[in-house]
């Protein structure tokens, strides 16, 4: 897979599909993200969506950290997670957007990267709420490896701990690029 915009646009559909499937009963779930329940993770990526769109177009880094705080899903998950899904996959498919330099909350990376870490991050996260809700947790194998060999390159903290998605990897071996992604992120598959 060497299309972002189209590796982007299968993790968003992923994402799309476990969301729509959340009842009421199901917000307080817990996930697999330490200390977050399915309201906060959902909060999480559909917050993301806007917040990675907005620094693609200018943004700064002060703004993009304190965004982390809004809650995204007062009027509705499934509309707000639209409207920022495509808010960040409209920011990124401008031109000369991928080359951009934008300041990360790590510090100031190309933009194409920012995308990497987007897809990884949705990914992932599919995952996490396909398991907090007792889902099919099968993925597209091409995505999978496309996640997998892209993780290195995104420069990301291993094991920072108090953010969910950056656990200190799990032991054992894999039988997928999906098992060895999830372990890379402090995931028991």
Known sequence: ????????????????LRLR???GEDWHRPT????????????HV???GGRYGRLVRGGTREDFIAERQIDALVDG???AW????ALCAAAFAEPGAMDR???FSTGPILSRILLQIRVVEVFVHTWDLARALGLDESVDADLAAFALRVWPE?????????VPFFETPTAGSAASDLEALLRLTGRLP
């Open 101 to 103: 330099i934008v300041p």
């Open 32 to 43: 697999p993200c330490v200390d977050w329940d399915v309201y906060r993770l959902v909060n």
């Open 82 to 85: 639209e409207s920022n899904a």
């Open 1 to 16: 897979m060497s299309n972002l915009l189209g590796a982007l646009r299968q993790a968003d559909a992923g994402f799309d």
């Open 21 to 23: 499937q959340v009842r």
């Open 46 to 48: 559909v917050v993301g």
């Open 154 to 162: 995104n420069g990301l903290p291993l094991g920072a701990g108090g």
């Open 77 to 79: 998950a499934v509309p």
